[in-house]
């Protein structure tokens, strides 16, 4: 089983950045399609952005075209997201989820383990 935690987050002023880190245990990170997903206070879980496992972007919410970018390094079982230009609306807790290699779809149900989440504050 994959084990995933958020770190990264806090509070910043509108137009900073933050970088987002999703720590995996063992291996099998390598192999699976991961996302980052948000969720504001009485909001649905909206999908972020899109990796496989070989590092292909596949999705960017039309939101942070332009200001986020997704990586990661299979080597440090780590999946990023950095955070440009941040925007109050940005305010959310972020989560990362693992899904099998493959799928890039936008259902949470899809995803098969997720980290605690961390939040993002973004004020002004």
């Known amino acids: 089983q994959v084990q995933l935690v958020e770190s990264g987050g806090g509070l910043v002023q509108a137009g900073g950045s933050l970088r987002l880190s999703c720590a995996a245990s063992?291996?099998?990170?390598?192999?699976?399609?991961m996302g980052w997903f948000r969720q504001a206070p009485g909001k649905e879980r909206e999908l972020v952005a899109v990796?496989?496992?070989?590092?292909?972007?596949?999705y960017y919410v039309d939101s942070v075209k332009g200001r986020f970018i997704i990586s990661r390094d299979n080597a440090k079982n780590t999946v990023y997201l950095q955070m440009n230009s941040l925007k109050p609306e940005d305010t959310a807790v972020y989560y990362c989820a693992a899904a099998p290699a493959g799928y890039s779809g936008s259902n949470p149900n899809d995803y098969d383990y997720w980290g605690r989440g961390t939040q993002v504050t973004v004020s002004s």
């Open positions: 990796i496989t496992w070989r590092g292909i972007i596949m």
């Open positions: 063992g291996r099998s990170l390598s192999t699976t399609t």
